[in-house]
């Protein structure tokens, strides 16, 4: 009787089991899904403190369109003298300087000086003035949009002007260095512009700061002294110069440290700090002094070696202007031809510019003003202009008055490289000599002509050309 008991309630348990178990919810086996649904989610990203209202100066719209007036006035000024610097990379950095900082640097001061009386405009000077910023962070943000925008248009203009010199010069490189230095100084003359607007409380600020820009970055061009070069404008180089490795980075020191000591000198705790980036700016100011009359530029021998060519004379270029043989040497064509089997004649017509032109050659000066984009656009006068040098060389002194082989002189030239219009009557009439000269080279066999070109071209080099007789 005991057993069966047992037995009954043994099998109610058994039974009552699955009950119990059914009103328990059913844990399904955690999966990847589930685990990572489970898992902790990453906070908000954090951004640094000065990024996002950095971000925030920068896309309002004041900065962008002062970056992008910069750049439209800046490529509309490269553009209209695209022929000046469209020839070698010395040419293009003079022009992307003197534009960008003769005409932006006026422009992002004064936009900067507007930017500078922002919060006494909108009467907030007062409220900014209680943030945790510092009063040196505050005015860093502020800046920025007038500084950097300006900065960007400059830089934009010289990528342009770069890419399309790259067509047309024929040696050398860019000079990167001096872009950064006046990128430099244009950034300056912003945050200059930028406390000049926070100091003075007027809303005509801006025009005189602009004109004060102006005056302060030309007015030293006019000066002779040693302070001359102090102005990052001036530039005097030559298109076989090449800079001192040295100028680019004290520029830049110069004109970054009178900056940022007068932003410490505004806007730090401890105003002390400002004398590090003054004594840095005395520093680079003493040496730029020291550059004297020559400038920051010194002659490249290998930019005024000669590329010469096959002819008789031969035509030679500095490398500078290689692109511009071919179109000399067709120019010369007619010139060659005429003085080709003449004893005495020039043995190379080269650029008067190069130092390594002979007392037996013939020299052209101002290729530049001869060509377009390494075109020639005026033939008839580089000829004109190198049978001048052969006839009457510009080595030789000038004659004190009018003598009758400068009559002889002006015949030879006409007559190796006439200039058509030249005999219009409303010059005149030609002298006597002229005339006879000029018909007698035009009608004399060619074997006497030869004769007496060669004597004459002898004359002519020796500077006695009064020795010469008519033919």
């Not at 000065?50 to 000024?77: I, K």
């Not at 030293?220 to 090449?242: H, K, N, Q």
């Not at 520093?283 to 010469?308: N, S, Y």
């Not at 050659?361 to 075109?375: L, P």
Request: charged residues 20%; aromatic residues 8%.
């Amino acid at each position: 009787m005991t057993g069966r008991k047992q037995q009954e309630t043994s099998a109610v348990r058994g039974s009552a089991a699955p009950e119990a178990g059914a009103d328990r919810p059913v844990r399904a086996p955690e999966g990847p899904d589930r685990t990572a649904r489970n898992a902790p989610r990453p906070g908000p990203r954090r951004q640094r403190p000065f990024r996002g209202p950095l971000r925030a100066e920068l896309t309002r719209w004041f900065g962008p369109v002062v970056g992008a007036t910069v750049l439209v006035t800046l490529l509309f000024a490269m553009a209209d003298k695209a022929d000046r610097w469209l020839i070698a990379w010395v040419s293009t950095t003079d022009h992307l300087r003197t534009a960008g900082l003769l005409l932006g640097g006026p422009l992002a001061a004064a936009a900067a000086c507007w930017q500078g009386g922002r919060e006494r405009r909108r009467g907030t000077a007062d409220l900014l003035a209680t943030m945790p910023r510092t009063p040196l962070r505050r005015a860093l943000l502020a800046a920025a949009p007038t500084v950097l925008w300006p900065v960007a248009g400059y830089l934009l203009t010289a990528a342009v002007c770069l890419v399309a010199t790259w067509r047309y010069a024929s040696y050398g490189r860019p000079w990167v260095s001096l872009i950064a230095a006046d990128a430099t100084a244009l950034g300056a003359l912003g945050v200059l512009g930028f406390l000049a607007g926070r100091v003075v409380p007027w809303r005509l600020a801006p025009p005189l700061v602009a004109v004060s820009t102006y005056l302060a970055l030309g007015l030293p061009g006019y000066s002779e002294s040693a302070v001359t070069w102090l102005s990052p404008v001036l530039d005097e180089s030559f298109f076989t110069d090449r800079p001192l490795w040295w100028c680019a980075p004290v520029s830049m020191m110069w004109t970054a440290g009178l900056a940022g000591a007068a932003l410490l000198a505004y806007a730090a705790r401890r105003r002390v700090v400002a004398l590090v980036p003054l004594a840095a700016a005395a520093t680079a100011a003493a040496l730029l002094m020291q550059l004297g009359t020559e400038g920051p530029w010194r002659p490249d021998p290998a930019a005024a070696a000669l590329v010469c060519d096959d002819g008789t004379p031969q035509v030679c270029a500095s490398r500078v202007h290689a692109r511009m043989l071919p179109g000399a040497s067709a120019a010369l064509a007619g010139l060659s031809a005429k003085l080709r089997g003449v004893p005495n004649a020039p043995v190379r017509v080269v650029e008067n510019e190069t130092w390594a032109a002979r007392k037996t050659d013939a020299r052209v000066s101002g290729w530049d003003t001869y060509f377009r984009r390494n075109r020639i656009t005026e033939p008839e006068l580089f000829a004109h202009n190198a049978a001048a040098d052969a006839a009457a060389p510009t080595s030789c002194p000038d004659p004190e008055a009018h003598s009758r082989s400068d009559d002889i002189s002006t015949a030879v030239v006409d007559w190796l490289a006439p200039m058509p219009g030249w005999d219009d009557p409303v010059f005149g009439p030609p002298p006597p000599l002229y005339t006879r000269t000029l018909t007698r080279l035009r009608t004399m066999p060619e074997q006497e002509r030869t004769r007496w070109l060669g004597d004459y071209l002898a004359a002519a080099r020796s500077c006695r050309l009064e020795r010469v007789t008519a033919p």
